[in-house]
């Protein structure tokens, strides 16, 4: 009897199964639809349990967000272990002529509810990744997308056909579980143990900046003998799960993790000028629990960066609220910040993008110039880096000003600083289209390791008097992005100058 059985109880999990079609069996083939919910979010904590979509703590989505005054959800990660397919002892299935029973099943795996997600107009385009090669799929970077993911009358789904029994795991975008945290914590303290590794005259140091809510260090990892000062965070929305690949990336080089310690002559010299402190994962706790953008009591760490005007009900950061962002915030006043970069994923628009802290009171001729610089240096060490393509900034500093409890905003105004928000893409990216493999943890890695290139570019200028820019090449300028990424089809939303600000919202 061939059975299907879906779960997401594992680590960054997130699914909840409505309802199995029945099994239709033609042959030596079976068919089966499955429907599927993305976790609604969980509407306010401790309310009317009536309020709650399905109630109950076994169904737990990011929880309801009291400065939004919304729900969020879109993040899903899942596995389903196959059984009862006629197999032989190597696992495979037997060729025709050996004794019957079903060879294959191909499952319909709808997501019902993707119509009422944080930003349903992402879909059309979203490809699916699936991995079968690992038992393990946190060990397993060789994820490939489902080319059948269709977005339909509000519902996302894709076919697969399944040959062999076990776990084929399903995600928005492949999970970076806690386990996996814990190791590259691990690998770096044990390079920095290693008699004669290279990092040690670095002053390399892993510390905690303090608890999450549920009890998960906020690490920071710093290590340089420059006196820049680079901060680096990623994963304030746990479900962008590439922001963290990107760490991993990034922390392997400065590290020298799986080159014996090693260090490159462009690490050396990065290192040589900058001081960095980076935070591989600021929202342990939503990551654990699977969430799209919160931590465990509903907080968006990236609108908790400074009480706003117009919302002083709304205090940020606090302990209660936003531990991650109260500890890191203050480590940053202690130390300073000449260069700013907070690692984020977004949902539509298939390109990796650079925001920046446009129109916000030190905005100017300088940062303009060097938020056009450094892309640029980026750019020329790495193809999937552009500048064209991204959110149209703010049209006024009244605007940005709404926005200064956004990370980027708040310091670099804060530092009087560089400071910039990197979105990597969901889907495939466009400027080196791959559609079997789309945006993956290869890639974002790669990103995360050319940081070094482009650091070392731009530092001359970071804290240059005068008008250095005079110097720069046309190619080097700032160029006022946009979101209108499609010749044809593409609707140009009203206005977003962030991912989680939809059209109704700004
Ligand atoms: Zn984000």
Redesign the pocket.
């Known amino acids: 009897m061939v059975k299907v059985s879906i779960t997401a109880a594992h680590d960054g999990g997130n699914i909840e199964v409505i309802s199995s079609g029945e099994t239709v069996i033609s042959g030596r083939t079976a068919k089966v639809t499955v429907i599927l919910h993305i976790k609604p979010g969980k509407f306010r904590p401790g309310g009317n349990e009536e309020d709650d979509w399905r109630g109950g703590a076994r169904r737990r989505g990011d929880v309801y967000t009291e400065f939004e005054k919304r729900s969020h959800s879109q993040y899903f990660s899942f596995r389903a272990f196959v059984s009862g397919l006629q197999t032989s002892s190597i696992g495979r299935v037997r060729e025709v002529g050996s004794d019957g029973g079903i060879k294959f099943i191909t499952v319909q795996y709808v997501i019902a509810n993707a119509h009422s997600v944080s930003f349903p107009e992402a879909w059309p385009g979203s490809t699916v990744c699936y991995t079968s090669g690992s038992l393990d799929p946190c060990d397993d970077d060789a994820w490939r997308r489902n080319p059948t993911t269709s977005y339909v009358d509000g519902k996302l789904t894709w076919s697969h056909v399944h040959d062999t029994n076990g776990s084929t795991f399903f995600c928005y975008w492949p999970p970076y579980t806690y386990g996996r945290h814990l190791r590259l914590i691990s690998d770096i303290s044990t390079q920095i143990s290693t008699r004669g590794s290279h990092c040690g005259r670095f002053n390399p140091v892993v510390e905690s900046l303090g608890l999450s809510l549920e009890g998960r260090e906020i690490e920071c990892i710093s290590i340089g003998n420059g006196k820049l000062i680079a901060w680096i965070q990623h994963r304030?929305?746990p479900g962008?799960t590439m922001a963290e690949f990107f760490a991993e990336g990034f922390l392997h080089r400065l590290f020298g993790v799986d080159k014996d310690g090693e260090l490159d002559e462009a690490t050396e010299g990065v290192l040589d000028r900058y001081r960095f402190y980076i935070v591989p994962n600021m929202c342990p706790d939503g990551s654990v629990r699977g969430h799209l953008?919160t931590n465990s009591v509903g907080a968006n760490l990236?609108r908790e960066w400074a009480t706003v005007s117009g919302r002083e009900d709304y205090e940020a950061p606090t302990m209660r609220r936003s531990p991650e962002v109260y500890a890191v915030l203050s480590k940053m006043d202690e130390t300073g910040c000449d260069f700013f970069l907070d690692v984020?994923?977004d949902e539509d628009i298939p390109y990796v993008f650079f925001s920046g802290a446009e129109k916000t009171p030190t905005w100017g001729d300088r940062l303009e110039n060097l938020h056009g610089y450094f892309i640029s240096c980026y750019q020329r060490v790495n193809s999937d880096v552009q500048k064209e393509i991204g959110y149209p900034p703010p049209d006024s500093m009244d605007d940005a000003l709404k926005y200064m409890n956004v990370a980027t905003n708040q310091i670099s105004t804060r530092f009087n600083c560089l400071g910039l928000t990197l979105e990597m893409p969901y889907k495939d990216c466009e400027t080196n289209p791959d559609p079997g493999r789309g945006f993956s943890i290869d890639r974002t890695k790669k990103l995360g390791a050319n940081l070094v290139e482009a650091l070392v570019d731009v530092h001359p200028y970071l804290r240059a008097g005068g008008e250095f820019w005079n110097a720069f090449s046309k190619e080097d300028k700032y160029v006022v992005p946009t979101d209108n990424y499609k010749e044809q089809g593409f609707v140009m939303l009203k206005k977003r100058f962030y991912?989680?600000v939809r059209p109704n919202d700004a």
């Open positions: 304030q929305h962008e953008r990236n984020h994923g991912s989680d």
